[in-house]
Each structure stands twice: as C-alpha cells, then as structure tokens.
C-alpha cells in the first residue's frame, strides 16, 4: 500500500511540474483574458478535454507505439528525462522553453494550439505519461490517467479563476513558483534519465 501511495504522488509531482497549472494560467490569462467569463470557460473546458485524449491515447497505446516503432521503455525514459531535463531548466532560469511555449498562431482555435498542444500536452507531458504507464502495466496506466484527469480538473479551475489567482501571486511568486516547478522538473528528468540507464548498463 505504501508503494501505491508513493507511485500516486510521484506521478501527481511529475505531472504537476511539467503542466505547472498556475504558470500556465498566466498564459491562459494571456491568450484568453479579455474573452467573457463564458466563453473563457468554454475554451478551458475544450483545451483541457482535449489534453486529457492526448495523453490517454499515448498512456493507452504506448506499448503498441514500442513496438511498431521498435523503441524500448529505456530509450523512452533516457529521452524523455532530457526532455523534461531541459524544460524544467528553462523554468528554473526564469524562462520558457521551446518545448513547452505558449507562442502560437492567433488565427487558430487556442483552445487547441497553442493551450492544449504544445503547453499542456507538450513532449515532455507525453513521455512523462508513456513513462508512467509504460513502467506500471495496467496499474500503472490506470494510476496515470486517474491523476492526470485530478490535474486536468485543477487546472481548468485555475483558469477559470485565472484573474484572481494572478492578482493574489503577482509577478514575483509566479516566478518563485516556475523556478520551483523547474527544480522538480530538473530532478524528475535526471531520476528518469539515471532509471534508463541503470537498466542499459544491467543489461549490458
């Protein structure tokens, strides 16, 4: 039981930082701030749907997707702590990453792009789940997607109530908190890059 617990809430750290809700609120507030309330929460409600299909598809099919493409879990976990590596770098910078930018094209729906792909279900939220799921077998898919559906909910919330939740932070804890989320990140992305690795060399 205790290994359950310790799986839930590693899993809901991984994905807290690299989805890191209240950040990405102020980017939310960026691309959707003078919309109406209701049409700010129909846009919320959309990017985070549509997320959450991204990554059950890529929790779900993970295995199938190893084996068309002949990839195995330590490459996908060596990979994806450099992903993951280099964004939560970038947070602890003060910055943005590439892989992980609000930028995107005003002519399209946000809701889709840039909100729901690539800042919510960016790279490094796509192998942080394969990861996940790929390393727990059934449990481990079904643990993903009941946490990744609880950060989901947060974060709509967070949107929802983006105005207030950036009034009350202001600029200073927003970056406090991105350096933070990026610490994590940093962390997660070397433990996942050291797991590969172990298994490679125990291998070899």
Known sequence: MADFYTQVVTVFLGFFAIMNPIANTAAFAALAGDEPKARQSKIAAKALLLTFVVIMAFSLLGKAIFHLFGITLPALRITGGILVFVIGYH????????????????DTDIAISPLAVPLLAGPGTIATAM?????????????????????????FVCFVFSGRILAAIGKSGLSIITRLMGLILAVIGTQMVIEGAKFVIHLG
């Open 91 to 106: 947070m602890l910078n003060g910055g943005g990453s590439k892989l992980h930018s609000a930028e995107g094209d005003d």
């Open 131 to 155: 990861n996940y799921s790929a390393a727990g077998g059934i449990s481990g898919i079904a643990i993903t997607l009941s946490v990744f559906a609880l950060l989901c909910l947060i974060t």
